[in-house]
């Protein structure tokens, strides 16, 4: 799980206030929700990527998790973006295991995750066909019933076009290659720009249909990017995770 960045979309370049990981809905910060749905789903641990105002976060960890069950790893170069992060993941994805990643600054019913980790395919993304967010999406492209394009700035000439809501499930052969590819970004001195461009790059380097998708479109969920994400977060979201 991504948790390290300044959140600049939401409160600026010079942004002091806690990370968003912290924010509260329903009395119940962002980390508290997501680390009972993670139980809830039988994930047995959650390596998180921490950087600003890290010991804030890592104190509600400690007061929200059961004893070993949050792992974090400390990005000193968080204001540099977030393929540093994901680069940090480096021994998760790695490990041989089927890995899930997630973005931490999304609100989101549990039907959303659990549909995810149940899902039969290995690799997969979630999708929503209604598209929630009001801007700088992250689209999912897809052809035949299969994933061929995957980012933001996409043209819509695609059988579906979905956004996604930044979780994603993957293999742990995929999961090494994501890792290559992010290290290979890096090297290159090409490590600003969003971490989906590791995504892409191994998408696009895969055996058609390796890349798989559930179809969310239904379940409620927001990413807390911009102010409008807030008010829609306490407006619509909120009371549908809570009926």
């Known amino acids: 799980m991504l948790a390290a960045g300044l959140g600049r979309r939401l409160y600026g370049d010079e942004n002091q206030e806690l990370p968003k990981a912290l924010l509260q809905f329903g009395g119940l910060t962002l980390i508290e929700r997501h680390i009972r749905i993670l139980q809830c789903c039988g994930v047995d641990e959650l390596n998180l990527i921490v950087g600003h105002r890290k010991d804030d976060l890592l104190d509600e960890v400690m007061r929200v998790a059961p004893d070993g069950f949050v792992k974090s790893f400390y990005n000193p170069r968080y204001r ?8 940090l993941g480096n021994d998760v994805l790695r490990s041989g295991d089927d890995v899930l990643f997630m973005d931490a600054d999304v609100l989101y019913h549990p039907k959303l ?3 995810l980790v149940s899902s039969k395919h290995k690799t997969c993304f979630v999708i929503d066909q ?3 967010s009001t801007d700088d999406f992250v689209k999912v492209c897809i052809n035949d019933d299969k994933i061929v394009n995957f980012g933001k700035l996409l043209g819509n000439d695609y059988d579906i076009v979905g956004e996604w809501p930044g979780f994603f499930k993957m293999s742990a052969e995929v999961a090494s290659q994501i890792a290559d590819s992010v290290l290979g970004f890096i090297a290159r001195g090409e ?8 995504f892409c790059e191994v998408l696009k380097a895969s055996v058609p249909g390796t890349f798989c998708y559930e ?22 979201i909120l009371p549908k995770l809570e009926m």
């Open 215 to 236: 179809d969310i479109t239904g379940i409620p969920w927001v990413e807390l990017d911009y102010d409008a994400d807030l008010k829609k977060a306490v407006k619509k």
């Open 80 to 87: 540099e973006g977030p393929k540093h992060s994901l680069a």
């Open 113 to 115: 995750l659990q549909q």
């Open 130 to 132: 209604e598209f929630q």
């Open 191 to 198: 490590d600003d720009g969003a971490y989906e461009d590791a």
